[in-house]
């Protein structure tokens, strides 16, 4: 396809929308498509327009008397209809005009009935307009601030955080501190859109309008709750010319535990409890340990007796402030500081698996182990005291010059049979790769594969922590990039 054709696609499919509103008696105005929705509840009329970003933006919808629907959480802040959620894009279904208006008229007749099946999606934010202030405001628990006076001083990487406090007596006039309020509103049915609306669910007796007005207050922190559901939106407010009040949304976010472990996965709260050995913290083990904290894993042991070395740097999860370091303590630096892991959290053995004894102690004190030192020894070690012991181990590998991955639940369940070997003869020669002192021959195994693998292999961790094993025996992947096609 060539550009020309894209845009005569695009053309195409534009035209098949308004020839669809046509035949909907749709009528074509300067701006837009005018029209009657007939629904259960009565009838509206509605301005159709097609942006520029269309057919990949569905079309706009606006009433014509923008008081004839109750304002509700299903209008955007320009009065236009919400209609269509980001997880609702799949195929461009609006690209069909018979599609898209039954979709309008279910939008009136779920306004119509109230929203009974209202999703409780915490967007307040979409209607302010958003402030020239490029900051971000960060706030942790705000219910630590009952006085509800707070102070953003400024932090790293052009963010507000977060304090208590109220503005002093007197003036700061080289302060660089914002201050603020944080009212709790409670339950919000309909989406507050000025500072009338906000200022009408505030307690007067904190007589915020005159604190703005002498400029001893600058932001407003909103708390408010849809169902189950709290939200936060920060606000900047200020005095107009008029005694009025001004307001802009501010770019704000939680810096919380909550919000991270949010992210992290339905299963974090049942992992954080879970403790878990990772032996050999080379690359890929390095990115199985970044991926098990992330994932809600609260406790780790590495155990690893190599140091990083300058040529570890491009598949390792560490940069260059870790080289130097022994592998175990370079990748706890990392973790502690990126990740709400602690220190005491982490546990580092400088050495080697050799022993009987060690291998025992480290599946008896750790609800699982993973292996990934790729060495048969260990991985024989691990296995002969797992099965001992009525444990399971997973041992994850990079085979075959970086072209294929191998994980092996040790010993498998239910009788199943190990994994085949699947070690083979590489194709073409692999270059003979050589560097004192980093391991020798050197692997030409690329980054992606070391990550790839690594999820693969806290997959089945997980899966085995949770009592849901993924596979009785594991897995084996082939990675390989195909055969050179010629371009056209």
Request: hydrophobic residues 40%; aromatic residues 6%; negative net charge.
């Amino acid at each position: 396809m060539t550009l020309a054709d894209f845009d005569d696609d695009v053309a195409c499919s534009r035209q098949g929308f308004e020839e669809g509103l046509i035949s909907a008696d749709f009528t074509e105005l300067d701006a837009g498509w005018r029209g009657t929705i007939d629904h259960r509840g009565g009838a509206a009329e509605v301005v159709i327009t097609l942006d520029s970003g269309y057919p990949f933006q569905p079309p706009r919808v606006v009433p014509l008397d923008p008081n004839a629907v109750a304002w509700s959480w299903h209008r955007n802040l320009d009065g236009s209809l919400c209609l269509i959620a980001e997880d609702d894009h799949e195929g461009l279904w609006w690209t069909k005009a018979s599609a898209f208006l039954e979709h309008v008229t279910a939008w009136f007749e779920q306004a119509t009935a109230g929203w009974p099946d209202d999703r409780p999606d915490l967007d307040l934010d979409r209607y302010f307009q958003l402030s020239a202030d490029e900051r971000l405001y960060l706030y942790d628990d705000l219910t630590r601030y009952p006085s509800g006076f707070v102070r953003f001083r400024p932090a790293a990487n052009n963010t507000m955080r977060i304090g208590g406090g109220t503005r002093p007596a007197k003036s700061l006039k080289h302060s660089k501190d914002r201050f603020g309020y944080v009212a709790n509103l409670g339950d919000v049915d309909v989406p507050l859109r000025t500072w009338d609306d906000v200022s009408a669910r505030i307690n007067p007796s904190i007589d915020l309008d005159r604190r703005i007005r002498n400029h001893e207050i600058e932001i407003v922190v909103l708390i408010y709750r849809r169902g189950s559901h709290d939200g936060a939106v920060a606000l900047e407010v200020w005095p107009t010319v008029d005694g009025g009040t001004a307001i802009r949304r501010l770019r704000s976010g939680a810096d919380t535990d909550a919000a991270r472990t949010a992210r992290s996965g339905l299963l974090a709260p049942e992992l954080h409890g879970r403790r878990v050995a990772i032996v050999g913290i080379g690359a890929l083990g390095s990115f199985i340990a970044d991926m098990l904290v992330r994932s809600g894993v609260g406790q780790l042991t590495l155990l690893d007796g190599d140091i990083v070395m300058p040529g570890n740097l491009v598949r390792h999860l560490v940069g260059p402030e870790a080289v130097g370091l022994s592998k175990g303590a370079a990748v706890k630096q990392h973790l502690t500081s990126r990740n709400r892991i602690s220190s005491a959290d982490i546990t580092v053995i400088d050495e080697e698996l050799m022993s009987r004894d060690a291998a025992v102690e480290l599946l008896g004190n750790h609800d699982l182990v993973v292996n990934a030192t790729a060495d048969f020894s260990t991985t024989a070690l691990l296995h002969a005291v797992a099965q001992a012991l009525s444990k399971r181990i997973v041992s994850a590998a990079i085979q075959n010059g970086g072209t294929s991955y191998r994980i092996d639940v040790l010993p498998s369940f239910d009788g199943a049979d190990p994994l085949p070997s699947s070690s083979v003869a590489v194709g073409q020669p692999e270059p003979e790769l050589f560097e004192a002192g980093c391991g020798s021959p050197i692997s030409p195994t690329p980054p992606y594969v070391v990550i790839e693998a690594a999820a693969a292999t806290v997959r089945h961790a997980i899966g085995l922590l949770v009592d849901r094993p993924v596979h009785p025996g594991g897995e084996v992947r082939n990675l390989s990039i195909g055969a050179v096609r010629n371009r056209q």
